[in-house]
């Protein structure tokens, strides 16, 4: 079974910037579209950013579009999610989602989540002054 591991999260100060590593241990990420997903207090879980198991192809919310981007580095057998520009309404947990697929232009779903295989267990991020 596919174990996602995020890491990277903490406090930071609003305007700073952030990267998120999204990876696993036993097995490879390149059979996997993965998307990022954060979820607030009180709040549902909000798709962010997804990439095709390619890395060509790219889907992203309007919400955080034009600061955060995805990446991956196949070779690393990992996924970021590079954070600028953060404010407040940026904290959350920050998941990594991976839906596998034989489509190598297959971003996800970030509107839904059935089509997730895997999530992993969250990276906090705390925008504060």
């Known amino acids: 079974q596919l174990q996602l591991v995020e890491s990277g999260g903490g406090l930071v100060q609003p305007g700073g910037s952030l990267r998120l590593s999204c990876t696993t241990s036993r097995f490879t990420l390149d059979s996997y579209a993965i998307s990022w997903f954060r979820q607030a207090p009180g709040k549902g879980r909000e798709g962010l950013s997804a990439i095709s198991r390619s890395g060509t192809r790219f889907d992203t919310a309007g919400s955080v579009r034009g600061r955060f981007t995805i990446s991956r580095d196949n070779a690393k057998n990992t996924v970021y999610l590079q954070m600028t520009s953060v404010q407040p309404e940026d904290t959350a947990i920050y998941y990594c989602?991976?839906?596998?697929?034989?489509?190598?232009?297959?971003?996800?779903?970030?509107?839904?989540?059935?089509?997730?295989?895997?999530w992993g267990q969250g990276t906090q991020v705390t925008v504060s002054s």
């Open positions: 989602a991976a839906a596998e697929t034989r489509n190598y232009f297959y971003t996800g779903d970030l509107r839904g989540h059935s089509v997730y295989d895997y």
